[in-house]
């Protein structure tokens, strides 16, 4: 039988349950390559974010939200303007 | 002829009198907020992995092939997209790889099972999202920054950082408030109606583009002589693969292979490392929040001394601190060990990123970069890869991390001094006076 086969299955059933759990740490920032986070240890850290700022979700998505639209219409904002002075 | 950096670029153009902030730092803030949500995206995957469970009755294991094919899918794309930035100009590259990555995003809230999940997920946003990675980038920003090279690399990478901070707690209270199928296609839309038309609007592959010298400068030479960019490093190769006979290109990939081994293993393995030492997930949590804050200061004050001293003397030094905090890792007592590794460990762990972009960058120029750093960055993730099997293996195997983050730091150890070796002063651009006659840069990919 050719091992070949046998090989890559043995690496897919390594990459599953390694991966499985967690997916990830919860260090959302220091993540290197975009993995996924944890989904345990995100769920510790919303509840510590919801006991530290108290803040309903609908705040957290609205500030939130608002940083994410305002920062992409800002820069193009400055752009116009820079260009403007660039005569371009 | 070599030299001291500053006196090399002091003889470079003129410096026409300062007015207003140099373009390429919007093309930093364009590409930053890119990165932002792509990697925002990317990482804010885990947040559903309960909800799916329960929607579509799967296991943890079965959603998590999704994840596994992404980051096998993700590393296989970076030296393709590399290319594809080095013949069409990174402009377009990372345009239609955010929209592509935008319409998926916002698909996967039509998706009903995992199989369409692993397709749009483990494919079509895993291969789209290595077109809104380094491996691109780096180019543009190569492309426009040569003195500060190092900073604006740094400010850039620290995009994907701010992305985790802001769009996965974004995310999970989407979710909590209006369902999963809601916040997907909220980040899509967003990315779809403001960071495309920002990329769009902002970005430009080469300064030239926009009337621009490289760093803002501007010659007093005739057009004919200005230098938009040097295309090309003292180790150019018109083929990109006659760059694989040389040897920088093995040393920088080398040494970002452990840090793929060592990088993966860490976000896979600490929590069940954390929990072997009988320390709390809060704790691991808290810990990895003070290596995210320590982090993130890490890899701006590493860009700006990359600016001013060897980077391949830094990047060394930053492989050989990292090593220091694994061997804390056995050495230590667990609860003396998490805290030593969130130190040690937070000033070397994304700081090798714009370090090795702008050392391949340095040495072989901008004109084949997406090729080279996408190669890189495959050895990144083939080396990330191998690591989470390998460190699973050795735990089930030893029933403790121990050996697995000795044989971490040993390779750690060794790419600290492969690092160390590379003859920066007699390959980099900055302490090499590149020939006039290859320093005009021809705006073909000019978009």
Redesign the interface.
Known sequence: MCRCPRALLW?HQ?????????????????????????????????D??DHVLGLS??M??AI??T???L???V??V??WR?RG??G? | MSGDPSQLQNASPKKAPKKGIFYGWYVIAALFFATFVAIGARQGFGVFVNTWEQDWGVTTATISIAAATGWLVNGISQPFVGRLTDVYGGRRIVVWSLLVMAIATMGIATVTNVYGLIALYGFVISFASGGVSPATTSVIIARWFEKKRGVAMAVLISGGSVGGMIVVPFLSYVLIEFGWQTAWLMIGGLALAFGVPLLLIVVRSNPADMGLEIDGEVSENTPSARVHVRPVGPKFAEKWKDALSSRPIWQLSVAYFVCGITTASITVHFVRWAISEDISTGTAALAFGVLSGINALGVLAIGLLSDRWQRKNLLGVVYLVRAVAFISLFVLPGPIAIWAFAVIGGMSWLATVPLTASLTADVYGVRNLGTLFGFTNMAHQLGGAAAVMLFGWAFTAWGSYDVPFAIGAVTLVAAGLVSLTIREKEHSVRYVQVPEGAAVDSPEDGD
């Open positions: 690496i390594r990459m599953v349950i390694e991966m499985a759990v967690p997916f990830g740490v919860p260090a959302v920032p220091v993540l290197h390559a975009s993995e996924p986070i944890d989904p345990t240890l995100w769920a510790w850290l919303s510590k974010i979700p609908g957290v998505i939130l939200g940083f994410i639209v920062f992409p219409i820069v193009m400055m752009v820079r002075e660039m371009r």
